[in-house]
């Protein structure tokens, strides 16, 4: 609450006048800041009916900085003309000056200046009357003085225009007496005590009015990022479809897991360092399946089940490289891994939502890390007939109905297929996410049976988290650049709305 003493002041001033005065002109009468005023009025308005407060608004005019030069030094137009001797000055000159080029151009159309552009020593500006009065000037000491009511519209517009006077609207209070009107500040209470109770002192007391209205203070909580709201209703869609999680918790994965047990070759483009992120503590891993190692070396350098491989050293110094994990498919195949180990094959439908690391050059569009999307059903005499009806379904449930599937090329699926949806705000088909089968060269060497068939998908998370919440930049999504105002306010993520 404002200061008693200054409460009463408003009180006594309001008390002066019949029908009321403006909070401007009692800031005046008190010498005091106007914003202190509007303070006391809602000061004086907590307490009661002790002033009525009508809000209102008004516009003057006041004197800019450029304007407040020119009410000491005169008009820019003015000094060009009292700098130009009887003699005359050079242009050149006369442009050097503070004012030079928009008192010359001024000067030149009121007529008090002429140029002379065939002079002897060059063009030169010579006076055309022996004196001037500075209008502008006159007219910036009206408004100073407050009347600028004495000045035409046309007139302040002009000024308006070269910058000199500013238009400004102030709100304002119109205060009158209210119906419990005093110029005695009595404290309200705030709390009814025991003590006030046990004495009766409550019945003379008098008691601030409470806001039933009013918010309560939010609680101070944590908020969920847009990418795991997002994430939240991936794995929602994945768990109603039948799906089991896979552990992704392993962001370190090594080059066997990662790239050959995928069928990958040691000098595919991808497991160069500009694609890969290589780790250079602990360097190597160690520990692999004996057993599947031979087989996985032997489909790569010589081939089998069916496939002439690549026919290439494989070796296994290349294999043991450490890396960040490029996909989740790593993932993946050390799942398929341990379900060929069963004495009996069992169907499964694997789904994993993780990070995932690449050495991509950063832009709008691209980190060095993101959330990968992944799953997974193995079966027996799987089709890509069923993997164009789960991708349905699985759309759907996303809210994207209009699929089309293009032909493509992955170094561990085939057939494979890049699937596009028709985005109705850009008019056109674009890419959501690429699948396949799984080459028998990946799953055979796993011990899995020959019956058995694996078909994948996969798409980022970012991509349908910046389209849903209308970001263009990802950096404005994941990084250090991240405003968390938008973390606060980003609305219950709906896929399907």
């Given at each position: 609450m404002a200061d008693s003493g200054l409460l009463e002041s408003v009180l006594r001033l309001v008390e002066k006048v019949d029908g009321g005065v403006d909070s401007q002109d009692v800031a005046g009468g008190l010498s005091v800041d106007h914003q202190v005023v509007v303070g006391a009025v809602k000061s004086l308005q907590a307490l009661?009916?002790?002033?009525?407060?009508?809000?209102?608004?008004?516009?003057?005019?006041?004197?800019?900085g450029e304007g407040n030069e020119i009410l000491e030094q005169g008009s820019h137009e003015a000094r060009v003309f009292n700098a130009i001797p009887e003699e005359g000055l050079p242009q050149s000159e006369l442009m050097k000056l503070p004012s030079g080029k928009v008192g010359f151009s001024k000067a030149m159309s009121n007529k008090w200046i002429r140029l002379d552009k065939g002079h002897e020593g060059g063009p030169r500006v010579f006076r055309t009357v022996d004196s001037i009065e500075d209008a502008v000037r006159e007219k910036l000491q009206l408004v100073k003085k407050g009347?600028?009511?004495?000045?035409?519209?046309?007139?302040?517009?002009?000024?308006?225009?070269?910058?000199?006077?500013?238009?400004?609207?102030?709100?304002?209070?119109w205060i009158t007496k209210g119906s419990n009107f005093s110029t005695t500040i009595t404290k309200q209470e705030t709390e009814l005590t025991p003590e006030m109770i046990a004495s009766g002192s409550w019945r003379e007391k008098k008691f601030k009015p409470y806001n039933f209205e009013a918010m309560?203070?939010?609680?101070?909580?944590?908020?969920?990022?847009?990418?795991?709201?997002?994430?939240?209703?991936f794995r929602q869609i994945f768990l109603e479809m039948g799906f089991t999680e896979m552990p992704t918790n392993n962001f370190i994965e090594s080059s066997f897991w990662n790239f050959d047990s995928l069928f990958q070759p040691q000098q595919h483009p991808a497991r160069d360092q500009h694609d890969t992120f290589f780790l250079s503590d602990p360097a190597l891993a160690h520990e692999f399946p004996p057993d599947y190692l031979e087989r996985v070396k032997k489909v790569h350098s010589e081939g089998g089940y069916g496939s002439q491989g690549y026919k290439y050293d494989w070796k296994?110094?290349?294999?043991?490289?450490?890396?960040?994990?490029?996909?989740?498919?790593?993932?993946?195949?050390?799942?398929l891994y341990k379900l060929a180990q069963q004495e009996k094959f069992?169907?499964?439908?694997?789904?994993?939502?993780?990070?995932?690391?690449?050495?991509?050059?950063?832009?709008a569009?691209?980190?060095?890390?993101?959330?990968?999307?992944?799953?997974?059903?193995?079966?027996?005499?799987?089709?890509?007939?069923?993997?164009?009806?789960?991708?349905?379904?699985?759309?759907?449930k996303l809210?994207?109905?209009?699929?089309?599937?293009?032909?493509?090329?992955?170094?561990?699926?085939?057939?494979?297929?890049?699937?596009?949806?028709?985005?109705?705000?850009?008019?056109?088909?674009?890419?959501?996410?690429?699948?396949g089968v799984f080459r028998p060269e990946m799953l055979l060497p796993m011990g899995l049976p020959e019956e058995v068939s694996v078909i994948a998908w996969g798409l980022s998370l970012e991509r349908p988290t910046m389209i849903k919440y209308g970001i263009n930049n990802i950096r404005e999504l994941v990084g250090h650049k991240v405003n968390l105002q938008m973390v606060y306010d980003s609305p219950v993520c709906r896929l399907d709305s």
């Open positions: 009661g009916e002790v002033i009525e407060a009508t809000q209102r608004s008004s516009k003057h005019w006041e004197v800019t009347q600028s009511s004495q000045l035409e519209e046309k007139e302040k517009n002009e000024l308006k225009k070269r910058k000199l006077l500013t238009e400004v609207t102030v709100k304002s209070y309560g203070v939010a609680p101070d909580s944590g908020h969920l990022h847009p990418l795991m709201k997002v994430r939240t209703q296994i110094e290349e294999a043991q490289k450490n890396i960040l994990r490029t996909h989740t498919t790593a993932v993946s195949a050390r799942m069992t169907p499964v439908k694997y789904f994993s939502i993780d990070r995932v690391f690449r050495n991509e050059t950063l832009d569009t691209h980190l060095a890390e993101f959330h990968q999307i992944e799953g997974v059903v193995a079966d027996y005499g799987l089709t890509l007939g069923d993997l164009m009806g789960v991708l349905h379904q699985f759309f759907t809210g994207i109905t209009k699929l089309r599937f293009k032909p493509a090329y992955n170094p561990y699926t085939e057939p494979s297929m890049e699937v596009f949806s028709y985005h109705e705000g850009l008019k056109k088909w674009v890419e959501v996410g690429n699948s």
